[in-house]
Each structure stands twice: as structure tokens, then as C-alpha cells.
């Protein structure tokens, strides 16, 4: 048995509980429905159009592909065990590391696979809207290749806590909380921070940092547009020009390794 082989198990399992079509679904039908309706102002500010689709399908993939990533990824080990299927795993001559990196390849075809769809439909949208076929696409492959970022660290992220609770059921809820701190909660807290704060030494020292370190936030300054448009734009653009390009690429690069790693020393503590 080899790592393609166990990806495989994966992707079949995936597609037997419907999460491949349901995260293909969800990216399509909101990526049309957000292209659509932040076509409109394109004219008046004077953008890209295929940026404007961009940032708009932004606001849903910080939400939507670290949803989806944890909902791919809860129970790859907590779902064996309970099924009885993990000591099987474990018996094939694999190393731990090897099956965790089978699971990750399986889940990130589908999440790739997802936000590929939703962003050639929302292209092939705008290059219907305005009939022009000779438009940069710069602004969608960027948003692809970090949407697969911010997936990948919320995959491990999901196998973390798949290793570290054995019901499905718990696991289920602890992703559940950290999409929620760390999508949600996370900026409330640096927003109340910032506010209480008044432009003081946390505002311009620490905040741009605390900022950055989260991927999602990391995930939305990178998608900004080029050009500072207060209709395209919210108040973190600054930070995010303190804190800069490399900074905000260097968190979103560095959270899947990290997550995987935690993942893996989990996983070599589980007995089946």
C-alpha cells in the first residue's frame, strides 16, 4: 500500500459522503453569486473587473475553504478509530507520516478542486459581462494558489484535533471552534483591541504583527487589490502595508507546515 493508494481510499470516501460535490457546490453557487453582484461598481472606481470579482469572492473564501477544509479533514483519524478501520491502517507498511500525507493529498484535490471551479466559473462570468477576453487573470490565480494556502493550514489544523479527540462527534465541534476563533473571534478581539487602544503603542507596534500572524487575515491582505480603493478596500489595508507583502506570504506559507507537523506528532501518539 502506498501513499497514492491511500489518497485514493480518501477521495473515494469524500465522494461517498458528498463532500466533493457539496464543496464544489457551495464555491460555484457563491463565486457566481458574488461576481454578480460586485460587478456593479466596477465602472464607477475604475478596476479591473476580474479584480473586483476577486476581492469580492475574498469575503467568501476566508469564510468558506477554511469551512470546508475542517469539514474535510474532523474525523480522518478520529473517524477511523471509531470505525475500527485505523488499526487496519496502521498495519500496512506505512509510517504515520506517509498515511497523514496520503489523507492531505486526497483532501486538497478536493479543496483545489472546488475553489477551480468557482473561480474559472466567476472568470468566464466576467469575460461574458464584458466581452473581453484579454484581461489579466492574475488577480484569480493569485486568489487560487492562497486559497489552497489557507486550506492546507486548516487541514492539518483538522487532522490536530482528529488525533487529539477519538469521537467524531467532539471533533466535529472543536473544528467547528476554531473556524469560529479564528476566522470570527480573532479580528473582534484585535478590533476592540485597536479601538480601546486609540492609536496608541499597540495600534503601531503590535497589531499589524498580531494581524498577520493569523491566516486568515494573512489570506485577505494578500487578495487586496493593487490599488487602494476605499469601495474595495477595509481599515486592515494599512497593517497590512506596515507589515508587509513578505510578512503576510510568509504566515500563510509557514501555517500548513506548522499545522501538519502538530498533526503528525499528534497522530504518532494514537493507539487504535
Avoid at 453569486?33 to 465602472?43: H, N, S
Amino acid at each position: 500500500m502506498s501513499i497514492i493508494n491511500v489518497a485514493r481510499i480518501e477521495l473515494l470516501i469524500a465522494r461517498r459522503n458528498m463532500w466533493v460535490a457539496t464543496s464544489v457546490l457551495m464555491m460555484a453557487v457563491f463565486s457566481l453569486v458574488l461576481t454578480l453582484a460586485g460587478g456593479a461598481p466596477t465602472g464607477s472606481v475604475g478596476v479591473s473587473p476580474l479584480t473586483v470579482a476577486a476581492t469580492s469572492i475574498t469575503t467568501l473564501s476566508v469564510y468558506l475553504v477554511p469551512l470546508v477544509a475542517l469539514l474535510l479533514s474532523f474525523d480522518a483519524i478520529s473517524g477511523e478509530a471509531e470505525r475500527g478501520t485505523l488499526a487496519l491502517s496502521l498495519s500496512y507498511p506505512l509510517s504515520r507520516a506517509e498515511i497523514l500525507i496520503g489523507k492531505f493529498l486526497a483532501h486538497f484535490l478536493v479543496l483545489g478542486f472546488a475553489v477551480g471551479v468557482g473561480l474559472i466559473l466567476s472568470g468566464l462570468l466576467v469575460v461574458w459581462q464584458t466581452g473581453n477576453a484579454d484581461m489579466s487573470f492574475f488577480p484569480l490565480i493569485r486568489l487560487f494558489a492562497t486559497s489552497l494556502a489557507l486550506g492546507s493550514a486548516f487541514l492539518g489544523l483538522g487532522y490536530l484535533v482528529s488525533s487529539l479527540v477519538r469521537q467524531p462527534g467532539v471533533a466535529s465541534g472543536a473544528a467547528i471552534a476554531i473556524w469560529l476563533v479564528a476566522v470570527v473571534l480573532y479580528d473582534l478581539v484585535l478590533l476592540g483591541a485597536l479601538v480601546s487602544d486609540g492609536g496608541g503603542v499597540f495600534t503601531k507596534t503590535f497589531f499589524p504583527w498580531l494581524l498577520v500572524a493569523n491566516p486568515a487575515d494573512a489570506f485577505r491582505l494578500l487578495n487586496m487589490p493593487d490599488v487602494l480603493v476605499p469601495e474595495l478596500t477595509s481599515g486592515i489595508s494599512n497593517a497590512g502595508l506596515v507589515s508587509g507583502f513578505a510578512g503576510q506570504l510568509t504566515s500563510l506559507l509557514l501555517w500548513p507546515v506548522l499545522a501538519l507537523l502538530l498533526a503528525w506528532a499528534a497522530f504518532r501518539r494514537v493507539e487504535p
